[in-house]
């Protein structure tokens, strides 16, 4: 069993940066691919960002490649994002997730994750 816990959200303005964290409880959580979904208002829960369980693999989708860096530190059961050169549009909730795979896939549906935080809010004022 692992249990997600997010934070670090909050709000900034346009071209402004935050760093999420994820802690995960668990010795299992090291053994599992993570990623980062965010979901807006209206809209359906997208992965930004994956990482594999040794996190030496990561994934990005075109929408933040370039401004986003996912990361993991195994020693500490700890995952971040790095989030630069925010948008009005990276408005959302920002959730962690997990599934018992090595590697894990941007295209893959969020239904693919057993494991969830309980989302921290990033807002993006212009």
């Known amino acids: 069993q692992v249990q997600l816990a997010e934070y670090g959200g909050g709000s900034v303005q346009a071209g402004g940066s935050l760093r999420l964290s994820c802690s995960g409880s668990?010795?299992?959580?090291?053994?599992?691919?993570v990623a980062w979904f965010r979901q807006a208002p209206g809209k359906g829960r997208e992965a930004v960002a994956t990482?594999?369980?040794?996190?030496?693999?990561?994934y990005y989708a075109d929408s933040v490649k370039g401004r986003f860096t996912i990361s993991r530190d195994n020693s500490k059961n700890m995952l971040y994002l790095q989030m630069n050169s925010l948008k009005s549009e990276d408005t959302a909730m920002y959730y962690c997730?997990?599934?018992?795979?090595?590697?894990?896939?941007?295209?893959?549906?969020?239904?693919?994750?057993?494991?969830w935080g309980q989302g921290t809010q990033v807002t993006v004022s212009s």
């Open positions: 990482i594999s369980a040794g996190g030496g693999s990561t």
């Open positions: 997730a997990a599934r018992e795979e090595l590697y894990c896939y941007v295209w893959s549906p969020a239904t693919d994750y057993r494991y």
């Open positions: 668990g010795y299992a959580y090291r053994n599992y691919c």
